[in-house]
């Protein structure tokens, strides 16, 4: 089965400042995608950033980044210029394609993210 | 608003009881997750259907079970609710394989 580990319990990151949030995986597979899910205190679940293991290309999107490095099983996200609003917990997530994709989300156990004003 | 209804927003029942959640998925969107959100387990997922048909289980009881309807709108049915049933249950969707999930604002179930 495949483990996803988030070292990093809690963050803490001055307003306009970058922050690194941590994650590995653990997985015999080849073909599979990773996530990052942001969670604010209203509970809702985000969609961030989204990594195709096939691609050597590190995906990002606008002030997100990530550092997947397929070898090390490591899927860093890299939040530049942070904001209040990047506030929340932040998930890493893995899917398995083994199954044509047919699988949920294993997620890790979350990173509490403190943005100081 | 990712366009993923779930309804009730809350729920509080009392142990023994069933109850039912309801998840309209986006739009065009052919697959439906459900997930279980607890403190003690974190997020875990439960379910999978796809156009009608269970594609993948997870860490899903023998109490709970679900179903996608033919207007692709998917309910999860918990019965002999237990105190550790208490969690915020997710649903989500996606168009097909391989893309990405987006989540529905949640039901909080309560068991009291």
């Known amino acids: 089965a495949q483990t996803v580990t988030q070292s990093q319990p809690e963050m803490s990151v001055q307003e306009a400042e970058t922050v690194t949030l941590s994650c590995t995986y653990d997985t015999s597979e080849s073909d599979y995608y990773l996530f990052w899910y942001k969670q604010p205190p209203s509970r809702q679940m985000i969609l961030v950033i989204r990594?195709?293991?096939?691609?050597?290309q590190n995906a990002t999107e606008n002030r997100f980044s990530v550092n997947f490095q397929k070898a090390a099983k490591s899927f860093s996200l890299k939040i530049s210029d942070s904001q209040l609003g990047d506030a929340a917990m932040y998930f890493c997530?893995?899917?398995?394609?083994?199954?044509?994709?047919?699988?949920?989300?294993?997620f890790g156990k979350g990173t509490h993210l403190i943005i100081q004003p | 608003d990712s366009g993923v209804t779930q309804t009730p927003k809350h729920l509080i029942t009392a142990t023994g009881q069933r109850v039912t959640l309801r998840c309209s998925p986006r739009?065009?969107?052919?697959?439906v997750y459900w997930y279980q959100q607890s403190l003690d387990q974190g997020l875990q997922f439960l379910i999978q259907?796809?156009?009608?048909?269970?594609?993948a289980k997870g860490n899903i009881l023998e109490r709970f079970s679900a179903q996608q309807f033919p207007d692709l709108h998917s309910e999860l049915n918990l019965s002999s609710l237990e105190l550790g049933d208490s969690a915020l249950y997710f649903c989500?969707?996606?168009?097909?394989?391989?893309?990405?999930?987006?989540f529905g604002p949640g039901t909080r179930l309560t068991v009291l």
């Open positions: 989500a969707s996606s168009p097909a394989y391989r893309r990405p999930e987006f």
């Open positions: 259907y796809y156009n009608g048909e269970e594609r």
């Open positions: 997530a893995y899917r398995s394609d083994s199954g044509g994709g047919a699988d949920g989300l294993t």
């Open positions: 990594q195709e293991a096939y691609k050597q």
């Open positions: 739009s065009g969107d052919l697959s």
